[in-house]
């Protein structure tokens, strides 16, 4: 089966760094993406990756290794507006996304 | 940018009512159209994936008959809850993709369905 694991809720503190990881296990790959949701609204885009190595872009970078079936999003100098979930997803052989159950990231001040 | 639009943004229904869900690509022709239902602090789920002209495909345990999805054009899909119940009370979302060699799913903002 097609699995992706993510860890259900994580704590920081504002201006500090974060790391969300994401295992996935598909019928194939064809690119993942990172999500940020706001609760009671929609996803929005924030990364894609679908070779190896790591993509900046601002605060946030994420980084891929197919070998391992293996993604983090970093966030750096954390805000209170980065709480949020957020959410890995894999483009699989049939250029279907299969989504994590996302992470719960809770910023204290 | 691509921009996705959906209406209602909310609805409140009786049980037992039918109600539609509009989704509009703005700026770009969507070939596949994804509808996914969202419940309280669980993660999306995809409930059907429509392609412009052709019959929707729907995810294991998803009722066809009552959740009726129209792809009549590029730019716009609809879905249909027919007779709602309050187990349906859900945020629905849908997103769009350019073409299959570009993977991003563009997200509406979704809808908000509360049933009486």
């Known amino acids: 089966g097609q699995n992706i694991d993510q860890p259900t809720e994580m704590t920081a503190t504002e201006g500090a760094i974060v790391q969300i990881n994401c295992t996935y296990q598909t019928s194939g790959f064809n690119g993942l993406f990172w999500y940020q949701q706001h609760a009671g609204e929609a996803p929005t885009f924030l990364s894609y990756?679908?070779l190896d190595g790591l993509e900046e872009k601002g605060r946030f970078s994420s980084f891929l290794s197919r070998s391992k079936g293996y993604s983090y999003l970093l966030l750096k100098e954390l805000q209170m507006k980065d709480s949020a979930s957020y959410l890995c997803a894999v483009v699989d052989s049939n250029y279907q996304l299969i989504w994590g159950a996302g992470t719960k990231l809770i910023i204290k001040p | 940018g691509a921009v996705v639009s959906q209406h209602p943004s909310w609805v409140i229904c009786k049980s037992g009512t039918s109600v539609k869900i509009e989704c509009r690509s703005l700026?770009?022709?969507?070939?596949?159209m994804f509808w996914y239902r969202q419940f309280p602090k669980q993660s999306l789920m995809l409930m059907a994936t429509s392609n412009e002209g052709s019959k929707a495909t729907y995810e294991q345990g998803v009722e066809k008959d009552k959740f009726l999805i129209n792809h009549a054009s590029l730019t716009l899909s609809t879905l249909t809850v027919t007779s709602a119940h309050p187990e349906d009370s859900s945020f629905y979302i849908c997103?769009?993709?350019?073409?299959?060699?570009?993977?991003?799913?563009?997200f509406g903002p979704g809808t908000r369905l509360t049933v009486l």
């Open positions: 990756n679908v």
């Open positions: 997103s769009a993709r350019q073409s299959e060699d570009y993977n991003e799913q563009f």
């Open positions: 700026d770009f022709q969507a070939t596949t």
